[in-house]
């Protein structure tokens, strides 16, 4: 497995070694893997919001007929469901 040297902030040396202490995690290295894992979930599921939103957009352009937003997070959660949902189905 390859190696990194990463240097962290004081605060974070000590989330990391708090989080090890408490059992959560077997050592550092684990909750590094962890946190990159999370990252990087988060960076796919921003990009399938974003590629569901542009869907919308594009769809209410070519219908011509205006629709009034009024949560936008609600709408953005609501993309991502359907954006995962037809990234399983297409799996």
């Known amino acids: 497995m390859p190696t990194q040297n990463v240097n ?4 974070l040396d000590r989330f990391v070694k708090e989080v ?3 059992g959560q995690f077997n050592n550092a290295s684990e909750v590094h893997r962890a ?9 796919e599921e ?3 919001r974003l590629v569901r939103l542009r869907q919308e957009i594009q769809l209410g352009l070519d219908s011509g007929a205006p629709v009034e937003v ?3 997070d609600a709408l953005m959660d609501e993309c991502l469901d359907e ?3 037809e990234s399983r189905e297409n799996a």
């Open 46 to 48: 921003r990009e399938l």
């Open 8 to 11: 962290l902030t004081p605060q």
């Open 20 to 22: 090890v202490e408490s």
């Open 35 to 43: 946190a990159l894992a999370a990252m990087a979930k988060e960076r």
């Open 83 to 85: 954006a995962l949902s």
């Open 70 to 72: 009024t949560d936008l």
